[in-house]
T-cell receptor, first 109, second 117 residues
Framework: ELKVEQNPLFLSMQEGKNYTIYCNYS?????LYWYRQDPGKSLESLFV?????AVKQEGRLMASLDTKARLSTLHITAAVHDLSATYFC?????????FGTGTRLTIIP | EPEVTQTPSHQVTQMGQEVILRCVPI?????FYWYRQILGQKVEFLVS????????KSEIFDDQFSVERPDGSNFTLKIRSTKLEDSAMYFC???????????????FGEGSRLTVL
């Protein structure tokens, strides 16, 4: 059974700082997605990573995928308050998307 | 921009009652999903549906749950006899699959919050 783990689970960081969220998964897959969720809201697609070495960037967020290590990272550069949310990675396998535990990110002014 | 729509946004029901949650997926999508999220917890897979049949289901999706695509547009989740532990946000999602021009990403609706008393 595919297991997806994220760390850290909770992250408080100051505005302007950089940090990385890690996503490890247990079985082979080359389809990994990152989603953002604001409190009480739905899941908003951020990045689609479909091959080993894929790197995508949008604003202050950059995601990468290493299928050999079964690892994806979401890097935050010069954090701003608007990035406060919960971030989920999700891996596709066996006809479904399996979500990680989520990382609740709080940006402190 | 096309989107997945869900109704109702919030439903309160008594334990033991039947509930139907409705979803209208994006029109040209072929793969449909239900997920649930208990407050503050992770997003859990319930069921995937393709070509008018279930392609995968989780342990949560027991005999009390069923899905249906009664016409060309709606995708419904029925819970026959609700339990307290069914209280959660239920998300419907759809995808156009992973083809040459597709990314296979799932697009999620706004969710239906179910409260079982």
């Amino acid at each position: 059974e595919l297991k997806v783990e994220q760390n850290p689970l909770f992250l408080s960081m100051q505005e302007g700082k950089n940090y990385t969220i890690y996503c490890n998964y247990s079985t082979t897959s080359d389809r990994l997605y990152w989603y953002r969720q604001d409190p009480g809201k739905s899941l908003e697609s951020l990045f689609v990573l479909l091959s080993n070495g894929a790197v995508k960037q949008e604003g202050r967020l950059m995601a990468s995928l290493d299928t050999k290590a079964r690892l994806s990272t979401l890097h935050i550069t010069a954090a701003v308050h608007d990035l406060s949310a919960t971030y989920f990675c999700a891996v596709f396998g066996n006809e479904k998307l399996t979500f990680g535990t989520g990382t609740r990110l709080t940006i402190i002014p | 921009e096309p989107e997945v729509t869900q109704t109702p946004s919030h439903q309160v029901t008594q334990m033991g009652q039947e509930v139907i949650l409705r979803c209208v997926p994006i029109s040209n999508h072929l793969y449909f999903y239900w997920y649930r999220q208990i407050l503050g917890q992770k997003v859990e897979f319930l069921v995937s549906f393709y070509n008018n049949e279930i392609s995968e289901k989780s342990e949560i999706f027991d005999d009390q749950f069923s899905v249906e695509r009664p016409d060309g547009s709606n995708f419904t989740l029925k819970i026959r006899s609700t339990k307290l532990e069914d209280s959660a946000m239920y998300f419907c999602a759809s995808s156009d699959g992973l083809g040459t021009a597709n990314t296979g990403e799932l697009f999620f609706g706004e969710g239906s919050r179910l409260t079982v008393l």
